[in-house]
């Protein structure tokens, strides 16, 4: 198998991990829909991120038991310092990022709509190539289009009324600008340093943080924590452990924004899980939207070949 072949293989291979991760973050709305009828934020965050960072935990463990060339936790020789100040900031980094930037939506829901805050939420997939403009890279066309497919899809999908802004839209916007970095910085430190670690690191960061927040502005009690375990085993281990860990993976093999334009499809999902679990009806304007979001995707992996040699994102 020429190179070729073997990035186009890893690719698909990425780009299913990645739609796998969406269906997972999109069925994680019902968790957190249950868990927060129960819970405050902080604690609901605090649960689940440090549940992720020990089952992570584990998981490490039993590779470097294999693989005994690995330092435990942090997987590298004591004289590589660079490559563990790599990790150590890069997961620092995503776990700040991510602990704000569930905050920022958790709080934004309590004053919009979930309409108008998926549709808020999901602009990181133009967010992210409009920002590899200021570094001077090159985005192909193929992503334009596909970025103007999957907005105008999740327009159709989320907006139910006339489009206005509160509070509640502007945090939920900070949140979107907080997730397009999160991408970006994931896209940096990917290739450079170990995507699991760096995804430990994260959870763990995230889960102190919200901890923290927990016992400053909330009362959390072990009895209401313990009857939410399904929600919190759904939030920590699936959409957090194993999804965000897919993400980090699958961002080695492709590009930031094809990987956000893939991630949208945590939209589709999110309205299948309400029609599936809360029997929700999709209209035909959701329906059309869940239909351009999907086209979105299929078209940013078509190789258009350029004739100007450049940088590109």
């Not at 994680?28 to 689940?48: D, E, I, K, P, W």
């Not at 039993?62 to 590298?76: E, H, L, N, P, S």
């Not at 313990?226 to 699958?250: D, H, K, N, R």
């Not at 961002?251 to 949208?264: D, E, G, R, Y």
Request: aromatic share 12%; with cysteine.
């Amino acid at each position: 198998m020429d190179n070729n072949s073997k990035h186009t293989s890893k690719s698909i291979k990425s780009s299913l991990m990645l739609l796998l991760t969406s269906f997972i973050w999109g069925f994680a709305f019902v968790s957190q829909r249950v868990g927060l009828a129960t819970m405050g934020m902080h604690t609901f965050n605090a649960t689940r991120f440090l549940l992720a960072a020990f089952v992570l935990l584990l998981f490490i463990l039993f590779t470097d038991i294999k693989d005994k060339k690995k330092a435990i936790v942090i997987g590298y020789t004591k004289n590589n310092k660079k490559q563990r100040r790599n990790l150590i900031t890069a997961g620092t980094i995503c776990g700040v990022i991510l602990a704000i930037a569930n905050t920022l939506q958790m709080a934004g829901l309590q004053f919009t709509t979930i309409g108008k805050a998926g549709f808020i939420t999901v602009l990181y997939i133009i967010i992210v190539p409009l920002t590899g403009i200021f570094f001077k890279k090159h985005i192909n066309l193929s992503v334009w289009v596909s970025v103007m497919l999957a907005l105008g899809g999740s327009y159709l999908l989320f907006i139910q009324e006339g489009f206005s802004i509160n509070k509640g839209d502007l945090l939920i916007l900070g949140c979107a600008f907080l997730f397009a970095a999160h991408i970006m910085v994931i896209d940096h430190y990917t290739k450079i340093t170990d995507s699991v670690r760096m995804a430990f690191i994260q959870f763990f960061v995230c889960g102190v943080i919200s901890m923290i927040a927990m016992f400053i502005f909330e009362q959390p009690d072990i009895k209401v924590i313990l009857s939410a375990w399904l929600p919190i085993a759904y939030a920590g281990v699936l959409s957090s452990g194993v999804a965000y860990t897919f993400q980090f993976i699958a961002q080695k093999n492709l590009s930031a924004p094809v990987a956000s334009l893939i991630m949208s499809m945590e939209s589709v999902f999110a309205v299948l899980a309400g029609w599936i679990i809360f029997q929700e009806s999709l209209s035909v304007k959701e329906i059309l939207g869940c239909v351009l979001i999907f086209f979105g995707i299929l078209i940013v992996q078509i190789p258009f070949k350029n004739k100007k040699i450049s940088k590109q994102i």
